[in-house]
Nanobody
Framework: QVQLVESGGGLVQAGGSLRLSCAASGRTFSSYSMGWFRQAPGKGRKFVAAASSTGGSTLYADSVEGRFTISRDNAKNTVYLQMNSLEPEDTAVYYC????????????????????WGQGTQVTVSS
């Protein structure tokens, strides 16, 4: 069983930055690929970024490429999402997720590849 707890959300002006954190329980965090998704009001959940178990391989949605950076610290069982140059369109609830089944690769673009989810953290970007 894996528990994920996100933090770091808040209200920020356009052009600003936030760093989200996702703390994971369990001793096998370092074997999981991890992802970030977001859900805006009235819309479906969308892929944002993912990192392989070592963090050596990362994936990004086109909409955040060059602005967001996913990283992880396996010693701290934590994955991060550094968000820079934020835009009002980035407003959403952000969720972290764990792929404990080892699907990996391009499968990480799909929320169906993840079997554990956090409760989400709200990010609001004002114009």
């Amino acid at each position: 069983q894996v528990q994920l707890v996100e933090s770091g959300g808040g209200l920020v002006q356009a052009g600003g930055s936030l760093r989200l954190s996702c703390a994971a329980s369990g001793r096998t965090f370092s074997s999981y690929s991890m992802g970030w998704f977001r859900q805006a009001p009235g819309k479906g959940r969308k892929f944002v970024a993912a990192a392989s178990s070592t963090g050596g391989s990362t994936l990004y949605a086109d909409s955040v490429e060059g602005r967001f950076t996913i990283s992880r610290d396996n010693a701290k069982n934590t994955v991060y999402l550094q968000m820079n140059s934020l835009e009002p369109e980035d407003t959403a609830v952000y969720y972290c997720a764990a792929d404990s089944r080892g699907i990996g690769g391009v499968g990480l673009f799909s929320d169906r590849s993840y079997d554990y989810w956090g409760q989400g953290t709200q990010v609001t970007v004002s114009s």
